[in-house]
């Protein structure tokens, strides 16, 4: 029997046009026929697998409930998978269920991915592990008297509120005082449902209450062999929503490279390093988000995929090609990670400052002829509603800027925050 060549990568229910790209043009390089194939489950629409023009090479429908089906779905290609990866959150489930019908690929175990997603199973985690990197928590299922005095007595003021099992900020608030968390908790438990079921989330919703952490958040992207040993990519500076002057923790501007002295990134890589084992994740790339407080390193969380946009920002700050990276540490091959900065990137979510249905938005055009404006996507029509991510919404643009000088992207951005108006 002719032995097949493996050089089919698998994504699961999505894949990203910069992965298609670095994967084609990392395949010309080797003098090897790499092919992009998607496993997708049976309610995720084929026009949602990609935001790239170009074709994929395989689509393979499937039930992800019936283990068999999988099995069945995957056999005609099984000598010629080479890596699989999973690129949103909200997939990551799925992912978890394809694993067993992959035994001879480097995966994540399907326990250590169910760990990533789910806060509460996360904090245990990292208590742990090492009860220095993480705040107090507790998970509630209700806003009784009892829960309240639960609340105070074991976490404390001020604390943060946010759902166990969601992403992207989503339904993430602070509250510094009893009344105002009994509200919050009531207005939560109201939507939650709503909310989880428009992000596709199929888990039960829960409430995590956690010890509020005071300081400036990064986050950081790793690479994760198949014995646990990580290559990380350069921290990225998170300014939050908060720090604007919304009532709202959404990631506002995420910016590259930061600005830390080197004893600082290597506290900072330690700490990541230390979560990311505590979650038993291996083979996988890994999201971390950090606070820098006055007691150290803290873990807000974990996500098993990498960062969202971070393949645009590492590439225009560095050269990095991070999407390719992710399968290459899968091959397993040696991520390739250049150091030497190249300038300075950021990624922008801009929001309604007033929740409500968008008049119109004002000022696109000067924001793209900026210098510095490399990508500019608005996601929201005039219509449509506008949230805030607390209340379960999602930014009305996203952007990317690059400059060489970091001078003139703050420049820039400060430009496009006063002429870009979003009327509600």
């Known amino acids: 029997m002719e032995k097949k060549e493996k050089n089919i990568i698998l994504f699961v229910n999505y894949v990203p046009d910069t992965a298609i790209k670095e994967i084609r043009e990392y395949g010309k390089k080797i003098k090897k026929d790499l092919k992009v194939a998607i496993i997708k489950d049976k309610g995720v629409e084929e026009s949602k697998l990609t935001n790239s023009e170009e074709p994929i090479d395989l689509i393979i429908p499937c039930d992800f409930d019936d283990p ?8 005609p290609y ?30 994540p175990t399907s326990k250590s991915l169910e760990w990533s997603v789910e806060k509460y199973m996360m904090r245990r985690r990292f208590n742990s592990y090492d009860k220095k990197i993480t705040p107090r928590y507790l998970l509630i299922k209700d806003c009784s008297k009892e829960t309240l005095e639960k609340i105070k007595e074991k976490v404390g003021f001020p604390l943060m509120v946010k759902p166990s099992n969601l992403a992207a900020s989503l339904m993430v608030s602070v509250c ?16 939650i449902n709503r909310v989880y079921e428009e992000n596709d989330r199929q888990k039960e919703p829960h409430l995590l209450v956690e010890q509020f952490m005071e300081g400036d958040m990064y986050s950081i992207d790793a690479y994760v062999n198949s014995r646990g040993g990580m290559r990380f990519c350069p921290l990225v500076k998170v300014k939050t929503g908060k720090q604007i002057g919304f009532d709202d923790f959404f990631g506002y501007q995420q910016m590259t490279p930061a600005k830390l002295k080197t004893s600082a990134v290597l506290e900072a890589e330690e700490v990541a390093r230390k979560a990311v084992h505590a979650l038993g994740l291996r083979s ?38 991070h999407s390719l990276n992710d399968v290459l540490n899968r091959i397993p091959q040696k991520p390739i990670i250049p150091k030497k900065v ?55 643009c996203v952007m990317v800027f690059f400059n060489e000088e970091r001078s003139k992207l703050l420049a820039d951005i400060r430009r496009m925050e006063k002429a870009l108006k979003i009327e509600t």
């Open 284 to 321: 996988n790339s890994a999201h971390v988000e950090l606070m820098r407080t006055e007691d150290g390193w803290k873990v807000i969380e974990v996500g098993p995929r990498l960062g969202g946009w971070r393949d645009y920002l590492y590439k225009l700050s560095f050269g990095i090609n």
């Open 176 to 191: 510094f005082y009893e009344e105002e968390l009994r509200d919050t908790l009531k207005a939560c438990f109201r939507k």
């Open 78 to 107: 099984k000598e010629e998978f080479l890596a699989i990866t999973c690129r949103q959150e909200k997939n990551i489930p799925d992912f978890a269920k394809i694993i067993p019908n992959v035994p001879y690929l480097k995966t």
């Open 342 to 396: 190249k300038g300075h990137s950021a990624f922008l979510k801009i929001f309604a400052k007033k929740e409500g249905k968008l008049k119109s938005i004002k000022g696109l055009k000067k924001v793209k002829e900026l210098e510095s404006c490399v990508e500019l996507k608005v996601d929201k029509k005039v219509g449509d509603m506008c949230k805030f991510a607390k209340n379960g919404g999602r930014a009305v």
């Open 68 to 75: 068999v089906k999988i099995m069945k779905a995957l056999l």
